[in-house]
């Protein structure tokens, strides 16, 4: 079906002269990832009864696990399409909210200014026709490497979803820090890509084939009879992929690039860079990890390297969080800390840790998105008005990111207070504030770490955990205490816009609208499912559990 789209999508950006289209091309690949969720639906059934199966001469294998993630990824990418298919803003009238006029009535504006530069004002991302295209590449990309089942299929997988992010860093092209952070990400990508590269091609020098299957059973039979002069390599190579794959989710210290690239792209394209590519790659490695936790030389385990990178990525993600001001740089040190997490779960490898590592990346993922299009709202809802405080007005490129700073959500609960408690609810789950869904993410990953002995590790974690509450409490502050330097713009007060009814291209009536607008509900109805799920998740918990604790069981482990 993907494939299906993107060869349709190709055909039609090839033929088509107008740039408008590309909020319907987004409408139309919102439809065709409802249908993909509705193909993996299917086959979870299917998969259940046999425990998973092969495809293509095993370069790729469908399991429960892989069907969920895969559903996990296009329930992200429809909520993200939402962002960009509809316009951002709307106005409100009772006198044609039925819906027999809605269908058949048509409302036209008469060209004026508020119209033109604040009901209609969109971003560029609307005028983007390869916007769906990409984004259909990178979910294809991500698709086959949670399935992929052989080295050959991994590489490039993850070349096809890398591929797809360098170009959706890079396609705002009136943007000069997107061009540079896209570079960036291209450069360092390309160098995580050679560590996985030699990985994969040692592993192919010593043992002759590239099969994830077979590797493990050849791997195990040596560890039976003490071939050491063979397996000695083989830790030192997934060594060097995972170096690779922890480039590629920015998990420290290979987290440079991920702030400044994070913070030069437009928010919109930091919301599907920041989620997508970290869920395939942690599902891959859990599958990695789960079959080779016991290859060990000198009782040294190659996943002891992942430890490493926990810690770190906890230590470095907290401490260097304090010092930001700018507010998608805050989010990235954010990920890495909470990517510390979810390495440790992975890395214990027992039954209760992998129940955790699933439950933390589907509920991390719903809540970085949540705080992201929180984001890309609150930006939409400030166009109205005008900021007195000169260093917010000389941001770089504004348009695509309105906000960069901190501090630019002074007071703004009283402008909207909804959204400034769904950003709040948001950030106290990433602090894991009882009775939030990422409380019972960090208490899940704490209890398997310290059945496992991991007591250090653990209380890293508790502190650390701790110390990040500080900059997401500091950020609450500011909306809830902080006095705010917006004014409305006067001009547009007590202003009515003249819009006429048409039907059958006859004008039937003419209305005014009040020329004060709101978010439209692609928006407040994605905000308001996601903060639901965060906040009422102690009251209906049970299905989510109930999926985190079966899917262990098609690693072949016993419930």
Not at 97 to 125: C, R
Not at 401 to 409: E, G, N, R, T
């Amino acid at each position: 079906m993907l494939l299906l789209s993107i060869f349709s999508l190709l055909l039609s950006n090839a033929l088509s002269f107008r740039r408008d289209t590309a909020i319907l091309y987004s409408r139309i690949g919102i439809i065709v990832l409802f249908y993909c969720i509705y193909l993996s639906y299917n086959n979870l059934f299917i998969t259940y009864l046999d425990k998973g199966f092969g495809l293509f001469g095993g370069l790729f294998n469908i399991s429960p696990i892989t069907q969920v993630f895969h559903i996990l990824i296009f329930i992200i990418s429809i909520l993200i399409l939402n962002m960009i298919g509809f316009y951002p803003r709307k106005l409100i009238t009772s006198k044609y909210a039925s819906l027999h006029k809605l269908l058949f009535t048509t409302i036209q504006y008469k060209k004026n200014l508020i119209v033109s530069n604040i009901i209609l004002k969109k971003g560029e991302q609307y005028t983007i026709l390869e916007f769906t295209l990409m984004l259909f590449f990178i979910i294809t990309g991500s698709v086959l490497l949670i399935s992929s089942s052989d080295l050959v299929s991994i590489f490039l997988s993850i070349e096809l979803q890398s591929y797809g992010l360098y170009l959706l860093c890079a396609i705002y092209r009136n943007s000069e820090s997107s061009t540079s952070a896209s570079l960036t990400y291209f450069l360092l990508g390309g160098l995580s890509s050679c560590f996985i590269l030699l990985g994969i091609g040692l592993i192919y020098a010593n043992l002759g084939i590239t099969d994830l299957d077979n590797i493990y059973v050849i791997i195990n039979l040596l560890d039976i009879v003490n071939e050491q002069e063979i397996i000695t390599y083989i830790p030192y190579c997934l060594l060097l992929i995972s170096v690779g794959f922890l480039f590629k989710i920015s998990a420290a210290p290979f987290h440079f690039w991920s702030p400044d690239v994070y913070d030069s792209i437009p928010t919109i394209i930091t919301t599907f860079v920041a989620i997508i590519a970290k869920i395939s790659i942690l599902t891959l490695l859990l599958h990695i990890v789960h079959y080779t936790n016991s290859i060990y030389i000198t009782n040294y385990y190659w996943t002891i390297s992942l430890l490493i990178s926990s810690l770190l990525s906890l230590i470095i993600g907290t401490i260097l969080g304090l010092t930001q001001f700018r507010i998608k740089r805050l989010y990235a040190y954010s990920t890495i800390s909470h990517l510390g997490f979810m390495l440790l779960a992975l890395t214990i490898n027992s039954i209760e840790s992998i129940q955790s590592f699933i439950f933390y990346l589907i509920q991390y993922s719903l809540s970085n998105l949540n705080a992201f299009i929180i984001l890309v709202a609150i930006g939409y809802s400030l166009y109205a008005y005008n900021d007195n405080n000169i260093n917010h007005n000389n941001l770089i490129d504004k348009n695509n990111s309105p906000i960069q700073l901190i501090s630019q959500l002074k007071g703004y609960f009283h402008i909207n207070s909804m959204l400034a408690l769904s950003l709040s609810i948001t950030l106290f789950s990433f602090a894991g504030i009882p009775p939030l869904m990422g409380f019972f993410a960090k208490l899940m990953v704490f209890s398997s770490a310290l059945d496992q002995g991991f007591i250090f590790l653990t209380l890293i974690g508790v502190l650390t955990s701790v110390i990040s509450a500080v900059y997401y409490l500091f950020v609450i502050k500011t909306m809830f205490f902080d006095q705010h330097s917006y004014t409305y713009f006067s001009k547009f007060k007590d202003i009515k816009i003249p819009a006429l009814i048409l039907q059958n291209d006859k004008i039937v009536d003419k209305i005014y609208f009040d020329s004060k607008f709101s978010l439209t509900n692609s928006l407040s109805i994605t905000i308001s499912m996601l903060t639901l799920i965060i906040l009422s998740f102690i009251f209906v918990p049970n299905e989510l559990l109930h999926l985190t604790n079966i899917l262990p069981f098609f690693l072949g482990l016993p419930f």
